[in-house]
């Protein structure tokens, strides 16, 4: 008999985040009756250190609260966890260290969604920490897609103050920021923008934004990927 399926959501990176990606996996299983959604355990703790800060060296690791999220997730009887945060994926190894429960990488689902559309190029708007990890990058490079990645300048003028924005509650402030960047990266030769950053598709839906073509939302991704092993799970 098949392990009960029940997803679990490390979040609070930061709390919109983790609320937004439940809503995307609501969508992605388009179900016809609730007993139909994905059953889930959400551990959405904002008080977990900055990430951005602490791969900056300005800041404690959120290390030993992620493990703290993971394990209490495992307690629970979680069958898969998903990180919902880009940049804590730089702790992806050490969480899956630390758990019985297979992790699954946002990298992974965002390649497997990018690839289908068929660029030959894309433009990341992510942390620092997640551009310097170069997760996305090596993943697109093997399907022959070049990455176009914000210059120092827009991610001090734009996407930091962006991002944070979003973090306080501004919203619509943060989205005007992150669409001037988004449009930056367009203008510089970009087929698709990929938003691995969890605050930049809620800010550029607040303020109704969108690209040319459709950008592809790392956590809609990865609730995808989600809905897809709940639905062979349910088969069997």
């Known amino acids: 008999m098949a392990e009960p399926f029940l997803l679990g959501v490390l979040g609070g990176m930061g709390p919109l985040a983790a609320v937004d990606f439940q809503y995307q996996l609501l969508r992605a299983v388009n179900s016809a009756s609730d007993q139909q959604q994905i ?10 250190p900055d990430r951005q800060q602490a791969l900056a060296g300005r800041g404690p690791s959120p290390l030993p609260q992620l493990i703290d999220g993971v394990e209490r997730l495992n307690r629970i009887g979680a069958s898969h966890i998903v990180i919902a945060c880009n940049t804590a994926h730089h702790w992806f190894e050490a969480l899956q260290a630390a758990s019985r429960a297979p992790l699954l990488h946002i990298a992974d ?19 620092q920490g997640t551009l310097d990890a170069g997760w996305f990058q090596r993943r697109f490079a093997r399907h ?7 210059t120092a300048a827009e991610m001090a003028s734009d996407f930091v103050p962006g991002c944070y924005a979003v973090k306080r509650g501004d919203v619509a402030a943060g989205g005007e920021q992150l669409a001037r960047l988004a449009q930056a990266l367009l203008d510089r ?32 991704a990865m609730a995808a990927v989600c809905a897809r092993l709940w639905q062979q799970q349910r088969s069997t």
């Open 144 to 150: 022959n897609i070049e990455t176009l990645l914000p």
């Open 189 to 220: 030769g970009a087929e698709r923008l990929v938003l691995a950053c969890t605050e930049v598709p809620l800010a550029l839906r607040a303020i109704g934004w969108q690209p040319p073509r459709a950008a592809v939302d790392p956590a809609e």
């Open 39 to 48: 059953p889930m355990a959400v551990w959405n703790v904002p008080q977990i």
């Open 109 to 127: 689902a965002t390649t497997e969604a990018v690839a289908a559309l068929s660029p030959t190029s894309v433009g990341l708007i992510a942390t």
